[in-house]
């Protein structure tokens, strides 16, 4: 076989390990999503993708594929844990919706689906011959399963918390258990019963481990500390501390002389077994480290972390040898495959990863900038602003989808920018407790807003730009000018975390949604409250104004949208969702509310005087969900996992829509209404409430 052809194969495995499972769902999509989302390199997007005539801009992808495989979907909670079976064909994962799965890693189709714990999964793990997984649960059990059957065949009880690890000793006769009772407990697998129990740390025991010849155990605790115990006699050999902060991780290398610990404190350290000292300390991760592992040469460590990466490190220098990137939240656990040459990441953005250790570096747009918590359009289209955890903002050119600018100087997470009326400034609200004003058209920071004692959520220009209203964890809303960057009204009134604040068409009024249950109107000339309005029974997530300015629209996660008269301060409508709404915005009539979670239709006798108007419908309205885009409320395009909605903004003049991801990625995609097949032209029903994540694209009435 020549090299083409190689690569041709090589392509082809990629292209459908990447694809398995749309393939498996909507087969026609390999046409659409599957070449979109491929590799520009690659001979399968050159020779195939033709011009897809209702997609009139494509999404920037990699250049060549990267180190992720494939995506195991499936779970409907939280990944807590993933392992690979000793010959390497199986991987078990454990999750926050109470199951154990079984895959297959040739194909990344699951095998199987072991049920009876009665709630979440902390940990899962095979026996050295395969036939057994034995997993920890926060139902206070351990529980043995039967790889080939799926069926349970012991349930370990004696634990009063939570199990947060199991293992399997080295012969597999023994299975070892961590709790948050503070103790490790050995099991006999064979009659399930107890047959000891470790006591000595002052803490929760998050993670256990036998040593290879089984002689030892391993154990890190929230205490800081890593004991290890003699299985034998249940006594203490060894104590190693030098963590900062609770330990969640611990594990022996192959030879038994080391163990490396993952901590809270964002390291990894390595230590010598015979002597208890700290051998290397490895630094990098910018969060939490929840797992650490080592390669089956014991000459790497993979680490997973709360910042969304896994990263590999050479034991024997202590250097990271590469970062696996595109999970889109905490990474929970990562293990190498028996041969070395994979690594399974566990997440709790709910997937399973299979990573190449010898492919490099996942390749991807954007590479390196972390969640995107918020995008908008400027008011003229021509740019978009993205706010990220990486402590950035970033501006792109929306015609070509190229990044034209990166503000720099916010010291923490940028949760929220803003462009002014004008587009001349943005406005970024950070966790640094700052509001920051930025020169669009020179990138430099011509602002400082201080004076919050506590994170800031979101910011917001006046309808004329000469104020900016900002929302913060200190319960406030404050009023900045932003000609001369000072406060000019601190609006106290909440008991609990302020969420976000808005305006009202005439700047006259604000409203601010909080954690205290209630939306809260202030009067901007006096700063003074003017309004409570109180019905809502959970934190309130955002609150809009109506056009004409005599309505807000509220938002809770108690499900459900409030309509207020802000005259009488009463409520008029209530509509239930399926979701917790985060943002939305009435429609120019006024008939509806465009929401994260779908487009709602209101009475319309609220708006047309009491003559109620014909139902309208949406003959042309484009919707990101969690994995689509749907036109009319039919799939439309497929979102592989690291281009799925973290938020998002629409342009509907250029027809475009923009997502910003939470593995970091801002995406552009825009589409022709006259070119798409004439089956999702038909117009849709006029109340569309929809569950889960998402935010409405374009709609045309």
Same mark, same amino acid.
């Given at each position: 076989?020549?090299?083409y052809?190689?690569?041709?194969?090589?392509d082809?495995?990629?292209?459908?390990?990447?694809?398995?499972?749309i393939?498996e769902?909507?087969p026609?999509q390999?046409?659409?999503?599957?070449?979109? #989302?491929?590799?520009v390199s690659?001979?399968?997007?050159?020779g195939?993708?033709?011009n897809?005539?209702?997609?009139?801009?494509?999404?920037?992808v990699?250049?060549v !594929?990267g180190?992720?495989?494939q995506?195991?979907?499936?779970?409907?909670?939280?990944?807590?844990?993933?392992?690979?079976?000793?010959d390497?064909?199986?991987?078990?994962?454990?999750s926050?919706?109470k199951t154990?799965?079984?895959?297959?890693?040739? =194909?990344g189709k699951?095998?199987?689906?072991?049920e009876?714990h009665?709630?979440?999964?902390?940990?899962a793990?095979?026996?050295?011959?395969?036939?057994?997984?034995?997993?920890g649960?926060?139902?206070?059990?351990?529980?043995?399963?039967?790889t080939?059957?799926?069926?349970q065949?012991?349930?370990?009880?004696?634990?009063t918390?939570?199990?947060?690890?199991?293992?399997f000793s080295p *012969?597999? /006769?023994?299975?070892?258990?961590?709790?948050?009772d503070?103790?490790v407990?050995?099991w006999?697998?064979?009659?399930?019963?107890?047959?000891?129990?470790?006591?000595?740390?002052?803490?929760f025991?998050?993670s256990?481990v #036998?040593?290879?010849d089984? *002689?030892l155990v391993?154990?890190?605790?929230?205490?800081? @500390?890593?004991?290890l115990?003699?299985t034998s006699t249940g006594?203490?050999?060894g104590?190693?501390?030098?963590?900062?902060n609770?330990? *969640?991780?611990?594990v022996?290398?192959?030879d038994?002389k080391?163990?490396?610990?993952?901590?809270l404190?964002q390291?990894?350290r390595? !230590?010598?077994?015979?002597t208890?000292?700290q051998?290397?300390v490895?630094?990098?991760h910018?969060?939490?480290?929840n797992?650490?592992?080592?390669?089956?040469?014991?000459k790497?460590?993979?680490?997973?972390s709360?910042?969304?990466?896994?990263?590999?490190?050479d034991?024997?220098?202590?250097?990271?040898y590469?970062?696996l990137?595109?999970?889109?939240?905490?990474?929970?656990?990562?293990v190498?495959?028996?041969?070395? /040459?994979?690594v399974a990441?566990?997440?709790l953005?709910?997937?399973?990863?299979? !990573?190449?250790?010898?492919?490099?570096?996942q390749?991807g747009?954007l590479r390196?900038?972390?969640?995107?918590n918020?995008?908008?359009f400027?008011?003229?289209?021509?740019?978009?602003?993205?706010?990220?955890?990486?402590?950035?903002?970033?501006?792109?050119?929306?015609?070509?989808?190229?990044?034209?600018?990166?503000?720099?100087?916010?010291?923490?997470n940028?949760?929220?920018?803003v462009?002014?009326?004008?587009?001349?400034?943005?406005?970024?609200?950070?966790?640094?407790?700052?509001?920051r004003l930025?020169?669009?058209s020179?990138?430099?920071?011509?602002?400082?807003?201080e004076?919050?004692?506590?994170l800031?959520?979101?910011?917001?220009?006046s309808?004329?730009?000469?104020?900016?209203?900002?929302?913060?964890w200190?319960?406030?809303?404050r009023l900045?000018?932003t000609?001369?960057?000072k406060?000019c009204g601190?609006?106290?009134g909440?008991? *609990?975390v302020?969420?976000?604040?808005?305006?009202s068409?005439?700047g006259?009024?604000?409203a601010?949604a909080?954690?205290d249950k209630?939306?809260?109107?202030?009067?901007?000339? =006096?700063?003074?409250?003017?309004g409570?309005l109180?019905?809502h @029974?959970?934190?309130v997530?955002?609150?809009v104004?109506?056009?004409n300015g005599?309505?807000?629209?509220s938002a809770?996660w108690d /499900?459900?949208v409030?309509l !207020?008269?802000i005259?009488?301060?009463?409520?008029?409508?209530?509509?239930?969702?399926h979701g917790?709404?985060? @943002?939305?915005?009435f429609?120019?009539?006024?008939?509806?509310l465009? @929401?994260?979670?779908?487009?709602?239709?209101l009475?319309?006798?609220l708006h047309?005087?009491?003559?109620?108007?014909?139902p309208h419908?949406?003959t042309?309205?484009?919707?990101?969900?969690d994995?689509?885009?749907?036109?009319?409320?039919?799939?439309l395009?497929?979102l592989?996992a690291?281009?799925r909605?973290?938020?998002g903004?629409l342009?509907?003049?250029a027809?475009?829509?923009?997502i %910003?991801?939470g593995?970091g990625?801002?995406?552009f995609i825009?589409f022709?209404?006259?070119?798409?097949?004439?089956?999702?032209?038909?117009p849709?029903v006029?109340?569309i409430?929809v569950? %889960?994540?998402?935010?409405?694209?374009?709609v045309?009435?």
């Amino acid at each position: 076989m020549g090299d083409y052809d190689a690569g041709l194969v090589y392509d082809a495995k990629r292209f459908v390990l990447h694809m398995r499972s749309i393939i498996e769902i909507a087969p026609l999509q390999v046409y659409y999503s599957g070449l979109l #989302f491929t590799p520009v390199s690659s001979p399968i997007r050159v020779g195939y993708l033709k011009n897809i005539p209702w997609v009139t801009m494509e999404p920037k992808v990699a250049d060549v !594929w990267g180190s992720l495989i494939q995506t195991l979907e499936g779970h409907t909670g939280a990944v807590t844990s993933v392992v690979f079976s000793p010959d390497g064909k199986l991987v078990a994962s454990g999750s926050c919706d109470k199951t154990v799965r079984l895959w297959d890693t040739s =194909t990344g189709k699951q095998y199987g689906v072991l049920e009876g714990h009665t709630n979440w999964v902390n940990s899962a793990v095979f026996s050295p011959d395969g036939k057994l997984v034995a997993s920890g649960s926060w139902d206070k059990t351990v529980r043995l399963w039967d790889t080939s059957t799926g069926k349970q065949c012991g349930v370990l009880e004696g634990h009063t918390e939570s199990v947060n690890s199991a293992v399997f000793s080295p *012969n597999g /006769k023994l299975v070892a258990s961590a709790s948050a009772d503070k103790t490790v407990r050995l099991w006999d697998t064979s009659t399930g019963k107890q047959y000891g129990v470790f006591e000595g740390h002052t803490n929760f025991v998050t993670s256990v481990v #036998f040593s290879p010849d089984g *002689n030892l155990v391993a154990s890190g605790s929230w205490d800081k @500390t890593v004991i290890l115990w003699d299985t034998s006699t249940g006594k203490q050999c060894g104590v190693l501390e030098g963590h900062t902060n609770s330990v *969640n991780s611990a594990v022996f290398s192959p030879d038994g002389k080391l163990v490396a610990s993952g901590s809270l404190d964002q390291t990894v350290r390595l !230590w010598d077994t015979s002597t208890g000292k700290q051998y290397g300390v490895l630094e990098g991760h910018t969060d939490f480290v929840n797992s650490a592992v080592f390669s089956p040469d014991g000459k790497l460590v993979a680490s997973g972390s709360w910042d969304q990466t896994v990263r590999l490190w050479d034991t024997s220098t202590g250097k990271q040898y590469g970062v696996l990137e595109g999970h889109t939240d905490f990474v929970n656990s990562a293990v190498f495959s028996p041969d070395g /040459k994979l690594v399974a990441s566990a997440s709790l953005d709910k997937t399973v990863r299979l !990573w190449s250790t010898s492919a490099g570096k996942q390749c991807g747009v954007l590479r390196g900038y972390t969640n995107v918590n918020s995008v908008v359009f400027s008011p003229n289209g021509k740019l978009v602003a993205s706010a990220s955890t990486n402590k950035t903002v970033r501006l792109w050119d929306t015609s070509t989808g190229k990044q034209c600018g990166v503000l720099k100087g916010h010291t923490s997470n940028v949760k929220s920018a803003v462009f002014s009326p004008d587009g001349k400034l943005v406005a970024s609200g950070s966790w640094d407790q700052t509001v920051r004003l930025w020169d669009t058209s020179t990138g430099k920071q011509c602002g400082v807003l201080e004076g919050h004692t506590n994170l800031v959520n979101s910011a917001v220009f006046s309808p004329d730009g000469k104020l900016v209203a900002s929302a913060s964890w200190d319960q406030t809303v404050r009023l900045w000018d932003t000609s001369t960057g000072k406060q000019c009204g601190v609006l106290e009134g909440h008991t *609990n975390v302020v969420n976000s604040a808005v305006f009202s068409p005439d700047g006259k009024l604000v409203a601010s949604a909080s954690l205290d249950k209630t939306v809260r109107l202030w009067d901007t000339s =006096t700063g003074k409250q003017c309004g409570v309005l109180e019905g809502h @029974t959970n934190p309130v997530t955002s609150a809009v104004f109506s056009s004409n300015g005599k309505l807000v629209a509220s938002a809770s996660w108690d /499900k459900t949208v409030r309509l !207020w008269d802000i005259t009488t301060k009463t409520t008029i409508e209530i509509i239930e969702t399926h979701g917790s709404i985060k @943002t939305m915005k009435f429609s120019n009539d006024g008939m509806h509310l465009h @929401t994260s979670c779908g487009i709602l239709q209101l009475k319309s006798s609220l708006h047309s005087g009491g003559n109620r108007a014909l139902p309208h419908t949406l003959t042309h309205s484009l919707y990101v969900t969690d994995q689509w885009i749907t036109c009319n409320m039919k799939k439309l395009l497929w979102l592989p996992a690291d281009y799925r909605l973290s938020c998002g903004a629409l342009n509907d003049s250029a027809n475009l829509i923009v997502i %910003g991801s939470g593995c970091g990625r801002v995406i552009f995609i825009s589409f022709d209404f006259t070119a798409l097949p004439p089956a999702y032209l038909q117009p849709s029903v006029p109340v569309i409430p929809v569950a %889960g994540k998402g935010f409405l694209g374009l709609v045309r009435y």
